[in-house]
């Protein structure tokens, strides 16, 4: 069965920095795009960041350019988010998702899995 675990979320202080991960299986890894979002109480759900299949190309929201950095390691089916000069508004549930396109999509509908999330919280 297909699933797609993250971690690494948690407390910290604003400025600071966190790393989430999304290990995955039951799935081909490295035939999928890969995402993440976050979604804030009373909030829709928001675009962070999306990397293609083989890691090339990478696109970030606006607000997460200069301070966010998506990757992947196909060999080790999981996928990073690096989160440095972190700000309360930063604070929302993340989620990993899996998109089989070759393209990474900004659109939540265009992804096929989904993690069940982890949550960050940045104080000031």
């Known amino acids: 069965q297909v699933q797609l675990v993250e971690s690494g979320g948690g407390l910290v202080q604003a400025g600071g920095s966190l790393r989430l991960s999304c290990t995955t299986s039951?799935?081909?890894?490295?035939?999928?795009?890969m995402g993440w979002f976050r979604q804030a109480p009373g909030k829709e759900r928001e675009f962070v960041a999306a990397i293609s299949r083989g890691g090339g190309a990478t696109y970030y929201a606006d607000s997460m350019k200069g301070r966010f950095a998506i990757s992947r390691d196909n060999a080790k089916n999981t996928m990073y988010l690096q989160m440095n000069s972190l700000k309360p508004e930063d604070t929302a549930v993340y989620y990993c998702?899996?998109?089989?396109?070759?393209?990474?999509?900004?659109?939540?509908?265009?992804?096929?899995?989904w993690g069940q999330g982890t949550q960050v919280t940045v104080s000031s």
């Open positions: 998702a899996a998109d089989f396109t070759a393209h990474a999509s900004s659109w939540s509908g265009e992804y096929d899995y």
């Open positions: 039951g799935l081909a890894f490295s035939v999928y795009a």
